[in-house]
């Protein structure tokens, strides 16, 4: 369900890109610290994106330097552990338990074993993240809840589905006055069209194992790429405008960058089918 | 009020010219048209509202302070951030339902207007704004082409539709993102899209 929320690096400043780098390194690094040494392998761009959005708008880009995980041999500019990111470390928790309880569910008896040692593994980390941003959990929880009713009940809405994927990312935004609505929003169509995308990229897996898919209940089993393309666009069209109305500060030409050219970027891949390819990819590369 | 240069953001020594070119980037960024029937529209009416103070202050210290007063905003603070809904109701259920969407309350359209026993082209249209206004765009899609094909001469339904069929071609973008990754074929897509996966080592 996640990694689709990416910039593209060859239209990125050389300073936007060390903040992006940056930002990812010091959440990996407060997720360590939080977490433990198996969190950071849960890290991965949407949650980047989400510490990104968080950041306090007046907070200046400072980094400092620090070991790197992957390599503790190498010392790597961070950005320093802040509220924003600490926030965005518990709720990537949240977000990781609950995905990995989904495949639980999703893959059945064996197939989901190793789903469930990890998930196993990764309880007491959960704990603590739930407690501490126990509104995101419950949140979390409760939509996942409908969206598996709607599920199974087999929903021919796309946007009644959608919703709920949309209202679980929403809640990541803590709410405070206008800035937080403008969050809620962008993040609600982030939500939404993260779950389109998702439902897109399985739709021949779906279709093979006979699983619900919610672009096949909406479109039938030829599917309608021209229609599901439209929709998503206008999730992006009224993130792009609900971007515009915040105050990012130095991190608007990244958050600006991941908007108007990676999402559509990788919606296109998803359509037409390299996105297959490029998702297999690791995001850590041992050379250099 | 803000120091009317940082509403622009530009220095105060810049020029007359740079101002205006700073001010009507900002106009065309909160312009009514990018927030219609949006949640956020009142904060894009007050972001524009403050511009326009701005520019107007600046033009009017410039010209000598004096009790002339520039029309500066070249047409960019007309137009509407809500859609009229108020006018072209003969129903007056309609109008009521029309009036609940300006405000925002949802919840109370909807109902309101599943207890119409006749579904009409208006209602479709309605029953569109509502779900494009929670975001629910496949279901906006649907309603406003019923409504469209239920009555093709209504203006205020074609139209809706056509913003509909636009998708994300046209709202605001900032300079150097116009859409020039559409011209990328398959195999660069995958070139750039690789870029990023070794971009955190």
Request: net charge neutral.
């Amino acid at each position: 369900m996640f990694g689709y929320v990416r910039p593209v690096r060859g239209e990125m400043k050389c300073k936007d890109f060390d903040l992006y780098r940056a930002t990812y390194c010091g959440l990996c690094r407060c997720l360590r610290r939080r977490y433990g040494l198996l969190a950071p392998m849960f890290l991965n761009f949407d949650f980047t994106f989400l510490a990104l959005l968080l950041w306090e708008p007046e907070e200046r880009f400072t980094p400092c330097r620090g070991r790197c995980h992957a390599n503790p041999l190498l010392k790597k500019p961070m950005c320093p552990d802040s509220p924003a990111l600490e926030l965005a470390a518990d709720e990537s928790m949240v977000l990781t338990w609950w995905k990995l309880r989904d495949a639980v569910r999703d893959e059945g008896l064996w197939g989901g074993l190793p789903a469930r040692a990890l998930s196993a593994l990764l309880r007491p980390a959960y704990r603590k993240a739930a407690r501490r941003c126990p509104d995101f959990d419950r949140a979390v929880r409760g939509c996942l809840e409908e969206l598996s009713a709607l599920e199974r009940e087999n929903c021919p809405s796309l946007d009644r589905t959608a919703d709920t994927f949309a209202r679980l990312l929403q809640s990541a935004a803590p709410a405070r006055g206008p800035e937080g609505r403008v969050l809620e929003q962008f993040l609600y169509h982030l939500g939404r069209w993260i779950y389109l995308a998702d439902a897109r990229d399985d739709l021949e897996e779906d279709r093979a194992r006979g699983r619900y898919n919610p672009v096949l209940a909406r479109f039938g089993p030829g599917g309608d790429d021209g229609a599901l393309a439209l929709t998503m666009d206008h999730s992006l069209a009224q993130m792009g405008a609900a971007l515009q109305l915040g105050e990012f500060g130095c991190r608007m030409p990244v958050l600006e960058n991941v908007v108007y050219l990676g999402l559509p970027l990788v919606q296109r891949a998803v359509f037409d089918g390299s996105w297959a390819q490029i998702k297999k990819q690791k995001i850590w590369r041992s050379d250099r | 009020m803000n120091d009317p240069y940082s509403v622009l953001g530009v220095s105060p020594n810049a020029s007359d010219e740079e101002v205006k070119k700073a001010y009507r980037e900002l106009a065309r960024k909160y312009h009514p048209d990018n927030y219609q029937n949006n949640p956020l529209a009142d904060l894009a009416e007050e972001k524009m509202k403050e511009i326009n103070e701005a520019y107007d202050a600046i033009t009017k210290q410039r010209t000598g302070g004096g009790g002339y007063q520039q029309s500066s905003s070249g047409g960019y603070s007309r137009g509407s951030y809500q859609q009229s809904y108020s006018s072209g109701s003969s129903n007056a259920t309609y109008a009521r339902v029309r009036n609940l969407i300006n405000a925002g309350d949802l919840g109370t359209a909807e109902r309101l207007l599943y207890e119409v026993p006749q579904k009409d082209a208006e209602w479709y249209f309605l029953s569109g704004s509502i779900a494009y206004r929670k975001g629910w765009m496949d279901e906006a899609m649907q309603n406003y082409t019923r409504a469209y094909q239920m009555d093709p001469g209504n203006m205020e339904y074609r139209q809706a539709l056509a913003i509909m069929q636009r998708g994300n071609m046209g709202g605001y973008r900032p300079a150097g993102y116009s859409s020039g990754m559409d011209a990328m074929d398959c195999c660069s897509t995958m070139l750039c899209l690789n870029c990023l996966c070794n971009g955190c080592n």
